[in-house]
């Protein structure tokens, strides 16, 4: 990150995800070719401050400060559809819940489904999302809303 100690800490609170590269940076690494560099999925433990001109950071599983240039945010995975319809049942969003499920591939089992063509007794089957279904089909060309 090409930032400065007062805008890395304007950003970035204590504890953020990094990826940290103590050696050489990504960048470095490229331009001479290097693959096999150390790098630590780690986290902040301090905030960025001046160690003489280079603005560095501590973090979580390596001693000293490391400079900016050599940490990246660690960005989380994106939730899968699947993963954000579970969240939702779980946390009693039904509506939004079913919706996810729907995108995620999969549709309720209703009558608009069978009339679609859908095949109940032998498509794959999941339970519903929705406490107004009982379960779900994975959606398909036709099916599909
Ligand atoms: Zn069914």
Avoid: F
Avoid at 2 to 12: D, F, P, V
Avoid at 25 to 46: C, F, H, K, Q, V
Avoid at 57 to 80: C, F, P
Avoid at 85 to 101: D, T
Wanted: charged fraction near 25%; proline fraction near 8%.
């Amino acid at each position: 990150m090409n930032l400065t100690a007062e805008q890395w800490n304007e950003r970035y609170p204590i504890g953020t995800p990094v990826t940290a590269y103590p050696g050489i940076n990504p960048a470095y690494a490229a331009e001479i070719g290097a693959t096999d560099y150390p790098r630590l999925e780690t986290r902040t433990r301090s905030v960025a401050w001046n160690l003489g001109p280079e603005p560095v950071v501590m973090v979580e599983g390596y001693a000293g400060g490391i400079h900016l240039e050599h940490i990246d945010l660690r960005v989380q995975a994106e939730e899968t559809y699947d993963q954000k319809c579970e969240r939702l049942r779980l946390a009693g969003a039904a509506e939004l819940s079913r919706r996810y499920a729907e995108r995620s591939g999969w549709v309720v089992c209703s009558p608009e489904w069978l009339a679609a063509g859908g095949d109940c007794r032998n498509a794959p089957r999941r339970s519903s999302a929705d406490p107004r279904y009982s379960h779900e089909h994975p959606a398909t060309e036709e099916t599909a809303r």
